[in-house]
């Protein structure tokens, strides 16, 4: 692969389009400024990142954390640019822009109440009502709903033409569009343990075509499996920071992690330098969330340095698809053995805490109840009840669809963009909990 091929400012369903520039901004801020004033996105503020929605203190949501995840995914990216500057690589030293934007829509497909959400939509199939239609289904659709993923979704959400808008979805620039793809291969290809995809069957021509046109590789012993597009790994490298880094900030304001425990984990990142530069910093104020906000901002500043020279430093090999793995596993020993200790306490202290667990009970059972409501209708349109159902989905959602395959995908797509709100309310109605104006 070469830079001069992956960067390129064609738009998915305007290929023979050439816009005339109106304004200041390039293309791929473009992309950026029509993912932020979309309403997929702005709904990600009612979105459970990893604990519930807020109450008196205020944690992260899928909102927030995009919103972060782009602005150190804009980092690596200029970090990366600046090395190559002089170069004469067309667009080069726009991948600022390509990457924010990349992270900005890489949580755009995930169901309401996180992962919960995901398990409950792949298990409606794989394991509950949803199994009578797999002798419906072609051995890749049917793999498209058991392994349900917000990847792929996300890359639906921004290229499916839904009912009444336009081709091409967001209409997005190619390298935008083969920045979010994580794992660029179908569905039936997915690893059988992890389940990652990166597109639905739907959406497998255009990836297809956008690999083409920029040149993105096969993968030599899978050719059924491309390799991923470049720029991926700065997107990821972004997620794995904000995420991982964010996570210990929210658990201490929760009181879940006490402030010795941790300032500790963050201490762990630095060299005996650098932390008694950080401590006398430290010293100077007295409020302890703005010490652990400071602590938190030079973490990810330190890794961000980290895994932009990873990049740098594996540039050939993810060059010639033959680099493995992620930049956070890339970077020095040292602070990859901070990162890993964070990750354990996350796990054990954060993921596994009871208000994490009951939240996920909860949007689990939400989740599954709305699927099993919906796809019966779809399947069953002449019943009344079904009727009643269908009639609160939006014209958008395609549920007459010529196909079973396109008909369940409508009540995905419907399910998926919900907030979290949303659809406890919608669950509250259909389940007899709640009963509005009576």
Same mark, same amino acid.
């Given at each position: 692969m070469n830079w001069h091929q992956l960067l390129t400012p064609i738009r998915l369903g305007q290929e023979n389009f050439h816009d005339r520039k109106r304004d200041n901004r390039n293309q791929f801020q @473009? *992309?950026?400024?029509?993912?932020?004033?979309?309403?997929?996105?702005?709904?990600?503020?009612?979105? /459970?990142?990893?604990?519930?929605?807020? !109450? =008196?203190?205020?944690?992260?949501?899928?909102? &927030?954390?995009?919103?972060?995840?782009?602005?150190?995914?804009?980092?690596?990216?200029?970090?990366?640019?600046?090395?190559?500057?002089?170069? %004469?690589?067309?667009?080069?030293?726009e991948i600022g822009a390509i990457v924010s934007a990349a992270c900005l829509a890489h949580d755009l497909g995930n169901p309401p109440f996180g992962h919960s959400g995901e398990e409950a939509i792949a298990t409606y199939f794989s394991e !509950?009502?949803?199994?009578?239609?797999?002798?419906?289904? =072609?051995? +890749?659709?049917?793999?498209?709903? +058991?392994?349900?993923?917000?990847?792929?979704?996300?890359?639906?959400?921004? &290229?499916?033409?839904?009912? %009444?808008?336009? $081709?091409? !979805?967001f209409v997005l620039t190619y390298s935008t569009l083969a920045s979010i793809v994580k794992y660029p291969y179908s569905s039936l290809y997915a690893d059988?343990?992890?389940?990652?995809? %990166?597109?639905?069957? =739907?959406?497998?021509? *255009?990836?297809?075509?956008?690999?083409?046109?920029? !040149?993105i590789l096969r993968q030599k012993l899978n050719p059924n499996r491309y390799v991923r597009y470049p720029l991926v790994y700065l997107v990821e490298a972004a997620d794995d920071i904000c995420y991982q880094i964010m996570d210990i900030e929210d658990a201490h304001k929760l009181k879940i992690l006490t402030t010795d425990e941790t300032?500790?984990?963050?201490?762990?990142?630095?060299?005996? /330098?650098?932390?008694?530069?950080?401590?006398?910093?430290?010293?100077?104020?007295?409020?302890?969330?703005?010490?652990?906000?400071?602590? @938190? =901002?030079?973490?990810?500043?330190?890794?961000? +340095?980290?895994?932009?020279? $990873?990049?740098l430093s594996n540039e050939e090999a993810i060059l010639l698809g033959e680099f493995e793995g992620s930049l956070i596993k890339n970077i020095t020993p040292e602070v990859s053995e901070a990162y890993q200790k964070c990750t354990k306490v996350a796990v054990k202290k954060i993921y596994k805490s009871q208000e994490v667990l009951d939240i996920e009970l909860a949007g689990y059972r939400i989740i599954y109840t709305l699927m099993e409501h919906f796809v019966n209708a779809v399947i069953h349109p002449e019943k009344t009840y079904s009727k009643q159902l269908l009639n609160r989905i939006p014209a958008q959602y395609e549920i007459n669809s010529s196909s079973i395959y396109g008909k369940v995908q409508a009540v995905l797509d419907y399910i998926s963009g919900m907030t979290d709100v949303y659809a406890l309310d919608l669950y509250k109605k259909i389940t007899g909990i709640s009963v509005a104006n009576i």
């Open positions: @473009r *992309d950026y400024d029509r993912l932020i004033f979309s309403a997929p996105f702005r709904r990600l503020q009612n979105k /459970t990142q990893v604990f519930p929605l807020p !109450g =008196s203190v205020f944690v992260h949501n899928r909102l &927030t954390h995009s919103l972060e995840v782009a602005s150190v995914g804009r980092s690596l990216a200029m970090n990366v640019s600046q090395a190559h500057q002089g170069e %004469g690589i067309n667009y080069f030293e !509950g009502e949803g199994q009578f239609l797999k002798n419906k289904l =072609s051995e +890749t659709e049917w793999c498209d709903f +058991t392994r349900f993923d917000g990847n792929a979704n996300a890359f639906r959400l921004l &290229t499916h033409q839904f009912q %009444g808008r336009r $081709a091409g !979805g059988e343990k992890k389940h990652k995809f %990166g597109f639905f069957a =739907s959406e497998q021509a *255009d990836y297809e075509k956008i690999a083409g046109k920029l !040149g300032k500790e984990l963050y201490y762990q990142f630095f060299d005996e /330098t650098r932390l008694k530069k950080i401590k006398d910093n430290i010293a100077i104020v007295s409020d302890i969330n703005e010490q652990i906000a400071y602590l @938190r =901002s030079s973490v990810i500043g330190q890794l961000v +340095t980290e895994c932009s020279q $990873a990049f």
